[in-house]
């Protein structure tokens, strides 16, 4: 028969598994004609913070921009002609304060299409009618089809007596009275 000794003391250990965020699903945006929208997504659960990429590259090869929001809403402005594309990922707090990241979302795009504006077109000086018909000419004006002539007694058009809509960069006039029109 063994003979046994004192028990040794007893120790624990307490096992505590970190909380990784929950994978939010972005929404999908479509097309932009001013540069200006939001990119929005689901709430990803354990998240306080979300990192939200921006890139040129489907493959984020080069990420354009990152900001972090607390909100599922991020407003983005100014953007130009082109195809933007968003991941987005929640963290428990921010990387700086030890947080931890959950697995990127879904990739989504939106293509930004801004309208082509006009240029602006220069009056060419008209002088006087003794006949009461002339012509009003300007220059063409880049990206321009059709040009909005307005005629007016008024020097700042306050009532506009008739408009224009000729696709050449010279209107005919005829039929005027004594008067000076602008």
């Known amino acids: 028969v063994g003979f046994s000794g004192s028990l040794s003391n007893i120790e624990d250990i307490v096992v505590t598994r970190p909380i990784i965020p929950g ?3 972005l929404v999908a945006m479509g097309t932009s004609t001013t540069g200006n929208y939001s990119v929005s997504w689901s709430s990803a659960q354990d998240s306080s913070v979300y990192e939200l990429e921006e890139s040129t590259d489907p493959n984020f090869a080069q990420v354009a921009s990152t900001c972090w929001p607390t909100q599922t809403t991020q407003s983005i402005s100014g953007k130009t002609d082109g195809t933007y594309y968003y991941r987005v990922r929640g963290w428990t707090d921010l990387p700086g304060n030890g947080g931890l990241s959950g697995s990127w979302s879904n990739i989504e795009d939106i293509v930004v299409t801004l309208p082509i504006i006009p240029g602006t077109p ?5 002088g006087t009618s003794t006949t009461g018909n002339y012509a ?3 220059s ?3 990206d321009s089809s059709v040009y909005e002539l307005e005629e007016s007694t008024d020097p700042n058009f306050a009532q506009v007596a008739s408009t224009f809509w000729p696709t050449q960069t010279t209107q005919s006039i005829s039929g005027k009275t004594d008067g000076t029109y602008y």
Do not use: D, E, F
Request: no cysteine.
């Open 140 to 142: 063409s004006a880049q």
């Open 136 to 138: 009003v000419s300007w």
């Open 122 to 126: 220069a009056l060419v000086a008209m």
């Open 23 to 25: 994978t939010p699903v």
